[in-house]
């Protein structure tokens, strides 16, 4: 499998702005952010994308979640709102292929889709 700019951020091949940790999850700014706040959250262990993940391991949703959550209270940016994106495959633009969610917040937000 390719190895993907991910898993060189985790490795700390490559340098990244690390907002959020734990055992599980790390959480990073975007290098091309599409809002004021635009982070993104993955886990240590790989998946290609949301469909894998969801098929063989489930668990890495929940602990993703968990942890976007435990940010979001943290960080006060629920607040006022966030939105939380997930690219599968090429038709949805996925451009890294290991599975990650967007975090996007910090300012008004256009209609998703429009
Ligand atoms: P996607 O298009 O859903 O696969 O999202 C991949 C995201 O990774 C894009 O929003 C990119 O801007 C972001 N990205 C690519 N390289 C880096 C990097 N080195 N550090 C942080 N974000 C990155």
Do not use: C
Not at 4 to 14: C, H, Q, S
């Amino acid at each position: 499998m390719q190895v993907t700019i991910f898993e060189k951020i985790l490795n700390g091949e490559i340098k990244s702005e690390i907002v959020y940790q734990d055992k599980k999850v790390i959480a990073f700014r975007d290098i091309m952010p599409q809002a004021k706040i635009h982070l993104l959250f993955i886990h240590r262990e790989k998946t290609v994308n949301a469909v894998e993940l969801g098929l063989n391991n489930a668990q890495h949703a929940a602990d993703i979640f968990s942890a976007i959550a435990q940010y979001a209270k943290e960080s006060g940016i629920d607040r006022d709102g966030l939105r939380i994106v997930t690219n599968v495959g090429r038709h949805a633009g996925q451009t890294v292929f290991y599975t990650h969610f967007h975090v996007l917040a910090g300012e008004p937000l256009r209609t998703f889709g429009a």
